[in-house]
Structure formats: structure tokens, C-alpha cells
């Protein structure tokens, strides 16, 4: 049994030709069981008949989606006037289930029109069976309140929490800078150097690292105190 992963661009490898998804850099994942060829769909947003197709091109059966958090680039919805298709697009071709963190349930209803009877809320640490495959839930608070992440083998994908040269932005509604430094600090550092960072935009020189890397690295998983970190983002 192996975890199959894929990790998709926006606007290189779905949402082709769309400006708009090429401009926000979204990051989508495939995280599956390479045996089964059962898979979940993390994020799906920008271009859902182009990340089906990819899907179908693999030989890969869609199981469910996940989301990492709320925001319209990636689930779909509104933002900057722009229309953004997402979940509910996702929904009207493939009714699957969508898992989202229980703190985030309300808000992804709200962006994407899609039924609070169609989201399976979940807390830290569920696990989500696809295949033979489990993907653990990391609920990592601070871009969003119920912002989360799914850690499947040695794969962890972030979301807007943590960049391969940076994290999510906590200026935002719903943000919370102390809450970050705790999800950073105490959740996604406790993760074993060997762990894969695939995170939610493609914003660093490359499109990994690991978690080793990101400790040693990654600027924002090196403050040594909470006091420290808050300073720092006031002048973010
Ligand atoms: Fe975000």
C-alpha cells in the first residue's frame, strides 16, 4: 500500500489560460491510495472539469474533497468581484463529501452556498479514510479559525498556514497572530524532519521542502518567543 500524492498549479496544470488562477499561484492535491486508485481532492477551486479530467487521466476515483480553510481561491466563491467556481461546482458533478474543520463549517457554507448537510466537520487529530490510505487532521488556527491541515504518510499538506519561505497572513478577518505562533511553534514543529511540505500557493523558489528544511530555514518557525513573534507582526 502506497499514499499517492499530487500536487496541481493553478493555471499550469488546470485553470489553463485563466490569468486570474495563474496570478494566485493555488496549489491543489491529490492524496489517495495508489492500490485502490480511491482519492481526495484537497482545495478544489479555479477550474473543477480541468482537475476532474486530470483525475480521470490518472486512472483515479474521486472519494471526497478536503478543504484547508475558507477563503474563495480555494473552495470557490467571491473575492475582489472576481467568481471563483469551487465546492459547489464540484457538488453539482460529484456529490461527494466535503471535510472541513468543525470552526470553519459555517464560514465555508456561507462563501460557497454549498448545505452544512454536505460538510463533514471534524477536530484535531480524525482521521479520513480514503483507500487503505488514513489522512490525519491538523487543526493549525491562526490564517483562519478553523484553518487546518492533512498529514497522510509523510505528507503534510498546509494550506495557507505554512509557505516553503514563509506563512499565511494573520491581518485577515478571522486571523489571529497568537494563534498562529502556537500552530507553527507547538503543531507543524513537533512534525518529523522527513515530513513533506506541500503548501496551499506556489510563492517560494521551489514547490516543496520538508519540515526539516522549514526548521531550520523558514525565517517564520524561528522566532523564539511568542512575545517576539507578536512584535514581528505588528510590522506585518
Ligand atoms: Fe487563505
Redesign the pocket.
Known amino acids: 500500500m502506497g499514499v499517492y500524492v499530487r500536487q496541481l498549479l493553478a493555471g499550469r496544470d488546470f485553470g489553463i489560460r485563466d490569468v486570474y488562477a495563474s496570478r494566485m499561484a493555488n496549489f491543489i492535491y491529490l492524496i489517495g491510495d495508489d492500490e485502490s486508485r480511491d482519492c481526495m481532492v484537497v482545495d478544489p477551486a479555479w477550474d473543477i472539469k480541468g482537475i476532474l479530467d486530470y483525475i480521470d487521466r490518472e486512472g483515479m476515483k474521486l472519494a471526497g474533497a478536503l478543504a484547508t480553510?475558507y477563503?474563495p481561491?480555494?473552495i470557490g466563491g467571491e473575492i475582489f468581484g472576481l467568481r471563483i467556481s469551487g465546492l459547489a461546482e464540484l457538488l453539482c458533478v460529484r456529490p461527494v463529501e466535503i471535510h472541513v474543520n468543525a470552526a470553519e463549517a459555517e464560514g465555508i457554507a456561507k462563501v460557497t452556498g454549498v448545505s452544512r448537510a454536505d460538510l463533514v466537520e471534524h477536530s484535531a487529530g480524525d482521521e479520513i479514510e480514503v483507500g487503505a490510505v488514513k489522512i490525519r487532521t491538523l487543526h493549525t488556527p491562526g490564517?483562519?479559525p478553523g484553518s487546518q491541515c492533512f498529514l497522510a504518510g509523510s505528507a503534510l499538506v498546509s494550506g495557507?498556514t505554512l509557505f516553503t519561505e514563509g506563512c499565511?497572513r494573520v491581518d485577515l478577518p478571522g486571523s489571529s497572530a497568537e494563534q498562529m505562533y502556537h500552530s507553527l511553534t507547538q503543531v507543524l514543529a513537533k512534525l518529523p524532519d522527513d515530513t513533506v511540505l506541500y503548501p496551499?500557493h506556489n510563492y517560494g523558489a521551489k514547490p516543496r521542502s520538508t519540515m526539516g528544511e522549514q526548521k531550520r530555514e523558514n525565517y517564520f518557525m524561528r522566532i523564539g518567543s511568542l512575545g517576539e513573534w507578536m512584535r514581528l507582526m505588528q510590522r506585518y
Open positions: 480553510h477563503h481561491d480555494h490564517h483562519t495557507d499565511g496551499g
